[in-house]
């Protein structure tokens, strides 16, 4: 990668200063700010509500942001993420919607659903792995099968009569909180442990950093690679499933943004944290891009900018990320 | 021996043999597949993707990678449209626009690339977002249909002396292009910036400003069948660079299997070009379901991105 986690690792230099620290976290500084000059202009901004709210919002972008967090550790990419979400909510919905007629178990359906993920998982991860072809021209391979696929079977008609008990996995809240937001914590915490404080996530670390250095020190590269896929592809799977009970409707196209969204919450969060704790970084990312935009709204910036913030947002953190080591 | 031969040779055309048998089953079992209206009409199919492919495979050439068509595509679409239908402009003042617009991403985008060395994944992506964002800023999420407007609409819809002006454009492009990436020293000098570049700036090379270059190349690209693409579907829906995106990807790294051990290069992308168009063609007229169109064209890109990648010792990682 070129934001390089390597030379960052060594030039860290220890010393304390106000300017150093400046320097070293200067993005979240920035974006700190942001949060304080946002609420102080709309009050609105800072309340529980609303912070409620954009957890909400970013919550199934956090959860495929962080899925790409880990296949971008192990230095690979998944542009399937958005259609393997909508494969595997699509495929789990047919089999319980009542117009089909299938009628099979929710529980029953839904881990089919997360199968289906898993199984494509399995797939780019063995063509990664395996047959070393580069995971982005996989995926992109898996994105145009799983573009044909998904019409094969619902001949592109929209899943409208889903069971109540579907329904309830993520529609609803307590206290406040969506059911998303309770979903997501734990799944990415989950991932988070997994990254940082296993000897998995050390590996797949240390393959994404050095992959020639990390087989000669013995680590199996190929099955760690595979597992980053394997991980993505079930993650995205039940973000899929999630989206599809939020909205009550599944449609062909329900998950296809996921991508777009997965690219612009693990790359942030790369850039913030120089590529160490992506999954935390993935996280952050995702959560500061949701309330740039609900601060846009609020602001009354109008929702034809949504794309334009998430562009901006990335360009400025690679930009300051730059500035930031060049200082150094 | 013969089978070391035999499999450098499968490595090398292996893809291109792929090509030439699909295209002759469909000449044999596609009814009216190889009649000179069906090749005009695949001409036609091909060069939006074509043109947009051999704007990005400039940019692969140079070793980096530019996804930005996925937003510019759409935006300059949408211009090309609102100028023409809302601000009164001529055909040539609004094709002229959009290729500036076109150029001013990849100069953006080549700049930060080429001179700070910040990853051109990350740069074209948030440049991709951008462009949609204002694309969608642009039309306020709207439709803008081109109608009434023969003379721009003759540019992707007409005729000249009996054939397709796109086609015309796509074979043009393709034969000016090719004479400036053999002949000139500047065109030879960004495969050579792909290829080693501190060996290119040892050699004097002026690197930064090259791969600028490329970048501003694959940017007019990109503007130019932008507003072509509008005006080849009389307007601009939102977002239609999304549709160009995925095929366009497909096309060029299909391309790059063929000719050269796993190389981006210019035969390849339009004939990869050509070959995805040639699929969707064929399956259609062989009375094929629709969505078994990307299934065929995804399975033809993993097998043959696989065959090329046989040769490989260890697993590739995408650096960005």
Known sequence: MNITRGDIAVNEDKSVGIRNVLLRYGVFFFFGVFYIITGILQPKFLTIANLLDILEACSLAALVSCAMAVVVAGGGVDVSIGVVAGLGGLIAGFLIDAQWGYEIPVFVAVLVGLGVGAAIGTVTGLLVSLVRINSFIVTIALLFIIKGFRYSFTRGSSLMMLPDSFLAIGGGRIYGISYLTLWMIPIVAALYIMMEFTKMGRYIYMIGGNITASKTAGIGVRLYTFWTFFIAGLIAAFSGILVESHRGVGTVDMADGFLLDAFVGALLGTILLNGKQMVLGAFLGAVIFTSFINAAQILGVGPYWVYAIKGLLILMAVLINRLVSEER | ?320
């Open chain 2, 1 to 320: 021996m013969a089978s070391k031969r035999w499999a450098d040779f499968i490595s090398l055309y292996g893809s291109l043999l792929v090509v030439i048998i699909i295209t002759a089953f469909f000449c044999l079992f596609a009814r009216r597949f190889a009649c000179w209206d069906n090749i005009q009409n695949i001409m036609v199919q091909t060069a939006i993707i074509g043109l947009t492919s051999l704007g990005l495979v400039t940019v692969m050439m140079a070793g980096e990678i530019d996804l930005s068509m996925g937003g510019t595509i759409g935006f300059t679409g949408a211009l090309l449209a609102g100028l023409v239908m809302q601000q009164g402009y001529s055909l040539f003042s609004a094709l002229g626009v959009c290729i500036l617009v076109g150029l001013a991403f990849g100069f953006v985008s080549g700049w930060l690339v080429a001179r700070y060395g910040l990853s051109s994944f990350l740069v074209s992506v948030s440049i991709m977002f951008i462009a949609m964002g204002l694309e969608r800023a642009y039309t306020h999420g709207l439709t803008v249909w081109i109608r009434k407007r023969p003379d721009v609409l003759f540019l992707a819809q007409g005729k000249i002396a009996g054939l397709p002006v796109l086609m015309i454009i796509l074979l043009a492009a393709v034969v000016i292009y090719w004479l400036w990436q053999t002949q000139f020293n500047s065109g030879i000098y960004i495969r050579a910036i792909g290829e080693n570049i501190d060996a290119a700036r040892e050699a004097g090379i002026r690197v930064v400003f090259l791969k600028t270059v490329a970048f501003m190349i694959a940017g007019g690209f990109f503007g130019f069948s932008g507003a072509l693409n509008a005006i080849r579907t009389s307007g601009n829906v939102l977002y239609s660079g999304q549709h160009v995106w995925i095929p366009v990807l497909g096309a060029c790294f299909f391309g790059a299997t063929m000719f050269t051990r796993g190389k981006p290069n210019i035969l390849g992308a339009v004939v990869g070009s050509f070959f995805f168009t040639i699929i969707l063609n064929g399956l259609t007229l062989t009375h094929v379901a629709f969505y078994m169109v990307p299934i065929v064209q995804g399975l033809i890109l993993i097998g043959a991105v696989g065959v090329t990648a046989m040769r490989r010792k260890e697993i590739e990682q995408v650096k960005f």
